[in-house]
């Protein structure tokens, strides 16, 4: 499907909303409206963005894979950025994707999608490493084969008194080392 035109499409839209309900209300209060949904929908995204990110720490400080939480913070952030966008469609647009259900909704659509784009590797005691097309087991498929080509690395992991804990539960400042 074509961006371009959709991307125009929705661009027009929005003006036309914008200069319809400027007439009915006035272009002061409409302008006002656009700036408070902005600080309304940047701070919700913020406040959800980190508890995404606070769930997906508890995750991988249990040695699990972060999936379902990343795919939110991936909505979240979308929706960050449509809120802050002038414009009364966009900000419906945002205000649903930072709400749970909706969330919830489009997350089997959107991993699907994914599917085919994602190869996860996982070592097996001995046996090498096994690839699976379907990291959140969405569809339901048998895993394919490695091919030889692949670069496949061994994936250690951590025992659980050596594994990061999540943010909620460390004290003190959070030092990122970037290698």
């Known amino acids: 499907m074509p961006i371009l035109p959709l991307f125009v499409g929705a661009l027009l839209a929005e003006t036309w909303l914008l200069i319809e309900v400027g007439a009915?209300?006035?272009?002061?209060?409409?302008?006002?409206?656009?700036v408070a949904?902005?600080?309304?929908?940047?701070?919700?995204?913020?406040?959800?963005?980190v508890r995404a990110l606070n769930r997906a720490a508890e995750r991988v400080g249990r040695g699990e894979l972060p999936t379902l939480e990343m795919v939110d913070g991936v909505f979240i952030l979308v929706a960050g950025v449509v809120l802050l966008?002038?414009?009364?469609?966009?900000d419906v647009l945002g205000f649903l994707l930072l709400t749970p259900p909706v969330r919830a909704l489009l997350r089997p659509r959107v991993m699907?999608?994914?599917?085919?784009?994602?190869?996860?590797?996982?070592?097996?005691a001995g046996r090498g490493p096994r690839w699976y097309g379907d990291p959140a087991g969405v569809s339901g498929d048998s895993p394919p084969q490695p091919r030889p080509s692949d670069d496949v690395h061994?994936?250690?992991?951590?025992?659980?008194e050596d594994r990061p804990r999540p943010l909620s539960e460390r004290r003190g400042p959070v030092t990122i080392i970037d290698p």
């Open 112 to 124: 699907r999608w994914a599917k085919g784009k994602v190869k996860v590797a996982r070592a097996s």
């Open 85 to 90: 966008t002038p414009g009364y469609l966009s």
């Open 154 to 160: 061994d994936v250690q992991l951590l025992p659980p």
């Open 37 to 49: 949904t902005g600080f309304i929908g940047g701070s919700l995204a913020k406040d959800q963005g």
């Open 24 to 34: 009915h209300i006035g272009g002061l209060a409409t302008i006002a409206i656009c």
